[in-house]
């Protein structure tokens, strides 16, 4: 529809923006407004919108109206798929207010995008700030095309994270007591804090059990979160690594000496 197509039409001057095809509903309104029959406007726009083209006996008909042009027809031969007009304005509804969002309400922006958008995280980078976000980025784009899917779907999400980090919205760690199962939670104008979701290998169930768990009573020990809350010794060894559990004990009995 714009590449070799109306762009081209635009850049030699033969037709304006306002003039060119830039929905479906706009082949059977011009036709019809130069004097098509209806039902033959409805059809030809059907076929073209699907990509489809135009019958001959169609196009002899449209070539000997007078008021359709030559490059109208060409056009529609070479359109592939189109949006009806409301799909278009719909899209830039949305487009404007992501970013507006974007521009005025930043941290409500990322938490969002990384909340429902984002499946893919390198949590550990994230939480080390800009250059811990650059230095993965660049791992990823040093392998060129050996990265792997995930790898490239990963390496959108930091692009975000890193943009977020350089206008001073800091991604935290997880923390046992204060993280939603899933989403990315806004604990201050400057600070988005990671679900359990966003650890490498806990999944859904793990992370709802988790949340569940801790609302019935807070974590005692590692063991106590293992216990209830279904989480693998490889989790454990993750958060301990990471110092998100570095106020537990390992074990739930205390020693003699710690009661002392």
């Excluded at 001959?56 to 031969?77: F, G, K, T």
């Excluded at 007009?85 to 992501?98: D, F, G, S, V």
């Excluded at 974007?102 to 994230?126: G, H, N, Q």
């Excluded at 989403?183 to 990671?194: C, G, K, M, S, V």
Aim: charged share 30%; net charge negative; hydrophobic share 40%.
């Amino acid at each position: 529809m714009w590449l070799g197509n109306a762009e081209e039409l635009i850049n030699k001057g033969v037709v304006t923006l306002k003039d060119v095809i830039g929905c479906r509903d706009n082949i059977m309104m011009d036709l019809i407004h130069w004097g098509m029959d209806d039902s033959i406007a409805f059809n030809i726009m059907e076929r073209v919108r699907k990509g489809k083209g135009i019958p001959d006996d169609w196009q002899q008909a449209m070539r000997e109206n007078e008021n359709v042009p030559d490059w109208y027809i060409d056009s529609c031969l070479k359109i592939k798929y189109m949006f009806p007009k409301a799909h278009a304005t719909a899209y830039i509804m949305m487009a404007l207010r992501i970013a507006y969002f974007k521009v005025y309400f930043p941290i409500i922006y990322y938490c969002t995008y990384f909340s429902v958008r984002a499946d893919d995280f390198d949590l550990v980078a994230m939480a080390q700030g800009k250059e811990g976000v650059k230095a993965r980025m660049k791992e990823i784009t040093d392998k060129g095309m050996e990265a792997s899917t995930k790898e490239k779907n990963l390496l959108t999400v930091l692009e975000i994270a890193n943009e977020c980090l350089e206008r001073g919205i800091n991604i935290k760690m997880v923390d046992v007591e204060k993280s939603d199962s899933a989403n990315f939670l806004i604990q201050d104008d400057h600070t988005l804090l990671a679900p359990f979701r966003a650890v490498p290998g806990l999944g859904d169930n793990v992370a709802k059990q988790i949340v569940s768990a801790r609302e019935e009573k807070p974590f005692l020990s590692k063991e106590d979160l293992s216990n209830r809350g279904k989480v693998s010794k490889t989790l454990i060894e993750y958060m301990t690594v990471n110092n998100v559990l570095s106020d537990l004990p390992d074990e739930n009995q205390l020693s003699l000496f710690d009661m002392m």
